[in-house]
């Protein structure tokens, strides 16, 4: 075993976390992590006219928190990027990047980074943890394992790799924007670990449900019809960009993207809206249509 662990320092790791009319409990998901960094950039993506409903004055006042706000929605691809480039230029190595909904356990990020020791650190692009919800609440084992992409938040990012690698892909928007890029980081020649001992809890609501369907316990989403075009759009996007590097990974898509048309059909609210917006993500998709959704008629004439 090496000692690369001891090149990551907790004053080398910034946090980035992604609002969007965040509400009171994004201060205490931010006080779960804020002392396993040395720094939280907290970017907003709140549009002007709603910025009077920003949290309690935590949120700005406290002195490890960096509020960065953008006075309108660029997306999380832009937000990360803004995280990203202000880390880098503040002299930190590694950004762990978070959604406003997540909370991190006491040791996630000690967890995260007593991987490195596994691992040549210069080659590591992205560790991530366990995610803990509501369906999924407790990891199988506590074992790491590499993986082709993770999830955005809980991700711990090495600055070298993302200097490497280039930015996030904000025509992405939203939905995918994590899966683009750890694909682009393994082509880079980085690795992605997925740290089970660390753990990372997800308050999704009440949007995330088990049903059972005859033999299967299928967990339905609840997605809006917008977040239904983003996914769309984005995950053929990406298949027309990556599929012949990572074929396995877009054949399980594929079925996921089947699996997920009849969950929506059996389960779900709001169909014939979901499945509008699902048909209008594919058309955008082929007529290169990305960045922030518009609703322009003509569009679909």
């Not at 190595?93 to 210069?122: G, H, Y």
């Not at 590591?124 to 938040?153: E, K, R």
């Not at 005859?214 to 983003?230: E, F, K, T």
């Not at 594929?254 to 709001?270: A, G, Q, R, T, Y």
Request: hydrophobic share 40%.
């Amino acid at each position: 075993m090496n000692n690369n662990a001891t090149m990551i320092k907790q004053e080398k790791i910034a946090a980035a976390v992604v609002l969007y009319h965040p509400d009171d409990t994004v201060i205490n998901n931010i006080n779960s992590y804020i002392d396993q960094v040395d720094t939280v950039f907290a970017i907003d993506n709140t549009e002007q006219e709603h910025s009077s409903a920003r949290p309690s004055k935590e949120l700005y006042n406290n002195p490890k928190i960096v509020y960065i706000t953008n006075q309108k929605n660029l997306g999380v691809a832009a937000a990360l990027n803004i995280g990203a480039c202000n880390a880098i230029q503040s002299g930190y190595d590694f950004l762990l990047t978070m959604d406003q909904d997540s909370k991190a356990s006491p040791t996630m990020v000690a967890d995260l980074v007593t991987c490195a020791t596994r691992e040549n650190i210069k080659r590591i692009g992205i560790l991530s943890p366990f995610h803990s919800t509501a369906t999924d609440p407790f990891p199988p084992t506590d074992c790491v394992t590499q993986v082709l992409t993770a999830w955005t938040s809980g991700s711990l990012l090495n600055l070298k790799a993302y200097m490497g690698t280039g930015p996030f892909t904000e025509k992405l928007f939203i939905d995918f924007v994590d899966h683009e890029y750890g694909l682009r980081l393994n082509l880079a020649g980085y690795k992605i670990f997925k740290v089970n001992k660390a753990i990372l809890t997800h308050n999704l609501g009440n949007n995330l449900k088990r049903h059972k369907f005859l033999w299967a316990s299928p967990v339905v989403s609840n997605h809006s019809a917008l977040r239904r075009y983003y996914i769309t759009r984005n995950r053929f996007y990406l298949a027309s960009q990556f599929k012949n590097n990572f074929p396995d990974f877009f054949r399980e898509d594929l079925i996921l993207f089947l699996k997920d048309l009849v969950v929506i059909f059996l389960f779900e609210k709001d169909i014939f809206h979901k499945y509008k917006m699902i048909s209008r993500g594919f058309c955008d998709y082929k007529k290169g249509i990305f960045g922030e959704y518009q609703d322009i008629c003509h569009q679909y004439r």
